[in-house]
C-alpha cells in the first residue's frame, strides 16, 4: 500500500510539474513569438 502511494504522490508531483511546464511555455512562446 505505500507503494502505490508513493506512485500516486508521484504522479501527482509530476502532472502539477507538466502544467507549470506548459504554463510557462505558453508565456514564452506569447512574448516572443517564435
Given at each position: 500500500?505505500?507503494l502505490l502511494q508513493f506512485?500516486?504522490?508521484?504522479?501527482?508531483?509530476?502532472?502539477?510539474?507538466?502544467?507549470?511546464?506548459?504554463?510557462?511555455?505558453?508565456?514564452?512562446?506569447?512574448?516572443?513569438?517564435?
Amino acid at each position: 500500500e505505500g507503494l502505490l502511494q508513493f506512485f500516486r504522490d508521484s504522479l501527482g508531483q509530476f502532472r502539477a510539474l507538466q502544467a507549470l511546464l506548459n504554463f510557462l511555455d505558453l508565456r514564452i512562446g506569447s512574448s516572443k513569438n517564435w
